[in-house]
């Protein structure tokens, strides 16, 4: 059954990867892409119409989606099936957007999210890719580039204006989402570029409050874990670059598998009678 998708994602004055990047294979795109703008004025409208949807909130990334969701799309949580929602500072392309859409719905998650590649800035170095995984169960999902399930994103949308710096959001999801074992997941087959040093943008500069204080606030109020950065689990790359004790291992019994299906397929004992069959029978006559 075909599913549908949308990136929605803050932006400003200074944004640009949203078309140099998430846009770059623009016509191959399995996407719709909402931009919310948080800059009082914005100096080149223009520049916008590549995207499907534009609002101009001026208001915090979590507070703008909410707003969006609640009040301006609340159809949109039937509408859409996937919402994935991108910082501005976040570099991925069409291609690896596309792919988070389908591994999200192949897997039946909740709350997925690319890994981080090693150049990234980055806060929780869990998050970064790890060498050989296709992808990692983990306990927790980051604020910058979460995508939602629409099932996820209805229980959870709730929590999104709960702070302006968002620290803290995050943990609460799991925590309504009740703890999952398999469904947070990173995936490790795709990376993405945190290209902005954290805590360094102009958000921190005018929300006014301490960002440790509103983490300890949120999860309190939620009864949540600070912190739940840890995994369950994963699933390993097999191939001969990656791994290749286990690559052969796998091609060992595969080849086993593939001759006793050939076996059965045969039919070698009805065959046998087949032929007894055609024998006497040509005896008899």
């Not at 996820?152 to 309504?176: E, R």
């Not at 999860?219 to 390993?236: F, H, I, M, P, S």
């Amino acid at each position: 059954m075909a599913y549908k998708s949308i990136v929605i994602a803050p932006c400003g004055n200074r944004s640009t990867l949203f078309k140099d990047a998430w846009l770059k294979q623009k016509d191959i795109k399995e996407f719709d892409l909402c931009l919310l703008f948080y800059h009082e004025k914005v100096d080149n409208p223009e520049l916008y119409s590549i995207a499907d949807y534009f609002y101009h909130l001026k208001d915090y990334k979590y507070h703008m989606l909410y707003y969006l969701l609640d009040k301006v799309h609340p159809e949109w949580l039937e509408e859409y099936d996937f919402f994935y929602f991108l910082d501005d500072d976040i570099e991925i392309d069409t291609i690896q957007i596309n792919a988070m859409f389908s591994l999200a719905k192949a897997f039946n998650a909740s709350i997925v999210q690319a890994s981080l590649t090693h150049d990234s800035f980055c806060s929780w170095p869990m998050f970064k890719k790890a060498r050989n995984s296709f992808c990692r169960f983990v306990g927790q999902i980051e604020v910058m580039a979460p995508l939602f399930s629409k099932a996820a994103l209805k229980k959870c949308l709730v929590s999104f204006p709960g702070n302006k710096s968002s620290w803290g959001v995050d943990s609460v999801w799991s925590k309504i989402l009740d703890y999952p074992k398999d469904k947070l997941i990173i995936f490790d087959c795709i990376s993405m570029r945190h290209t902005q040093p954290v805590g360094g943008g102009e958000l921190y500069q005018k929300i006014g409050v301490n960002p440790h204080w509103e983490w300890e606030q949120i999860t309190k109020e939620y009864n949540a874990k600070k912190e739940n950065y840890r995994e369950y689990g994963r699933l390993l790359m097999v191939n001969r670059n990656s791994n290749i004790g286990k690559y052969y291992y796998y091609r060992f019994f595969e080849f086993g598998r593939a001759i006793k299906r050939r076996y059965k397929d045969f039919g070698f004992w009805d065959r046998v009678k087949s032929r007894l069959k055609k024998v006497f029978k040509s005896g008899n006559t």
